[in-house]
């Protein structure tokens, strides 16, 4: 049974979550709306086609703090509310209320919130990533393995709980990637430096 706590931790995810910093960032820097331009999402991979890196930066920055101080401010009530803020604060960033539930894929979030909740599987996630874009140059197929290797590690770290929940979020960044899957397999998907 979710408890008071639980509940307040799932909520403040998700309101901080569902804040567009992509959306924000490029309105402010003066950029092209990123919905109306490659793959259409708020994410920092779509910002950065924009052509404004400094804007796709602060994006990814922003999008994974976001996750992080959900989860830091809820583990203050709970682990079971630290970990609800970290469901909530993904579901959030995914599906935004603001923008008709139609947010990013949720990759910068996954890691501030692993950041938040256990720094070393955020750096599996990061070592990963950052090996599989260098020697595919895929952002996607390097997000996804990344995912992968840090719900891994979670539960070799002894961290069922938060194994289990990132089990669910990797399973939920899967099915936002699952066009990017099929152009992968395709051999379609556009590659990190790369004209989209």
């Known amino acids: 049974m979710i408890s008071i706590a639980d509940f307040a931790g799932l909520i ?86 603001w923008l008709s539930f139609k947010g990013g894929k949720g990759v910068a979030t996954f890691l501030g919130c692993l950041l938040g909740l256990y720094w070393p599987a955020a750096l599996v996630f990061a070592a990963v990533w950052l090996g599989v874009a260098a020697t595919l140059r895929y952002s996607s197929a390097a997000a996804l393995c990344a995912s992968v290797a840090a719900t891994l590690s979670l539960f070799a770290f002894g961290l069922r709980p938060a194994g289990a929940l990132f089990l669910i979020l990797t399973t939920l960044l899967f099915l936002k990637h699952r066009e990017n899957i099929s152009r992968l397999r395709a051999g379609t998907e556009s590659r990190i430096g790369g004209k989209s």
């Open 12 to 97: 403040l995810g998700y309101l901080l979550g569902s804040i567009p910093f992509g959306l924000v960032v490029t309105r402010f820097g003066g950029a092209v709306d990123p919905r109306t331009i490659g793959s259409h999402n708020i994410g920092a991979t779509n910002v950065l086609r924009t052509g404004r890196k400094d804007l796709a930066a602060a994006t990814l920055l922003l999008d994974a703090l976001k996750g992080t101080v959900a989860v830091l401010i809820a583990a203050r009530w709970g682990e079971g509310a630290a970990l609800a803020a970290a469901l909530g604060a993904f579901l959030g960033h995914l599906y935004p209320v």
